[in-house]
């Protein structure tokens, strides 16, 4: 089964860095999203991506955070300057189109520690 | 903005009995979606629900949709050790972006 694969794994970072989140989507999939799960809540929708644009944003997606599709294959979270409470389980996620009736893929994740 | 509520947060059972998560959304929903989230693992789609009123089953869960579309539930009948995990509702929008509710994790005792 096609799947959205994830790099890294888990990443720890010092505060003030910048970190990079790499996910390839399912190949024919048009629309990429971003999310993120704080350690024990809920997962929190950050970023929709379609068309090479992002298409919708939540209040936690700010002017710290980027997306970028490179190259066609790539789907980048940016995050310029990290903080402590960017700690979190990001997860990427792409969808067909994004109608009801087509499935989201998540990927596995990647766990970023901002120490 | 739109809220998904989703209750209990947690639930032990002992092997064999019933369980059962509610989701509740502040607004009309489109459609709802389950999710399953294993301890470290990835939300994985359970199902989708589309119509008012609609029950889908899939072997031991039952997943229910309000008429008003604003509430759904899950139901696991005779659970196992295989069903533990974090069970997410998630409302959709038009733009396909998820809402998710808080979870419920759900322990099954042997």
């Known amino acids: 089964e096609p799947e959205v694969t994830q790099t890294p794994s888990h990443q720890v970072t010092q505060m003030g860095q910048e970190v990079i989140l790499r996910c390839v989507p399912i190949s024919n999939h048009l629309y990429f999203y971003w999310y993120r799960q704080i350690l024990g809540q809920k997962v929190e929708f950050l970023v929709s991506f379609y068309n090479n644009e992002i298409s919708e944003k939540s209040e936690i997606f700010d002017d710290q955070f980027s997306v970028e599709r490179p190259d066609g294959s790539n789907f980048t979270l940016k995050i310029r300057s990290t903080k402590l409470e960017d700690s979190a389980m990001y997860f990427c996620?792409?969808?067909?189109?994004?109608?009801?009736?087509?499935?989201?893929?998540f990927g596995e994740g990647s766990w970023l520690t901002v120490v | 903005g739109q809220q998904v509520m989703q209750i209990p947060q947690y639930q032990h059972v002992q092997e064999g009995e019933d369980f059962t998560t509610y989701c509740n959304s502040s607004?009309?929903?489109?459609?709802i979606q389950w999710y399953k989230q294993r301890p470290g693992g990835h939300p994985v789609f359970l199902i989708q629900?589309?119509?008012?009123?609609e029950v889908k089953k899939q072997k031991r869960l039952t997943f229910q949709f309000g008429e008003a579309k604003k509430n759904s539930s899950l139901h696991i009948t005779a659970t196992q050790t295989t069903d533990v995990g974090t069970y997410f509702c998630a409302g959709r929008s038009n733009t396909g972006k998820l809402i998710f509710g808080q979870g419920t994790t759900l322990q099954v005792k042997p």
């Open positions: 607004t009309t929903l489109s459609n």
């Open positions: 629900l589309v119509k008012s009123g």
């Open positions: 996620a792409s969808s067909v189109n994004p109608a009801g009736g087509n499935t989201i893929y």
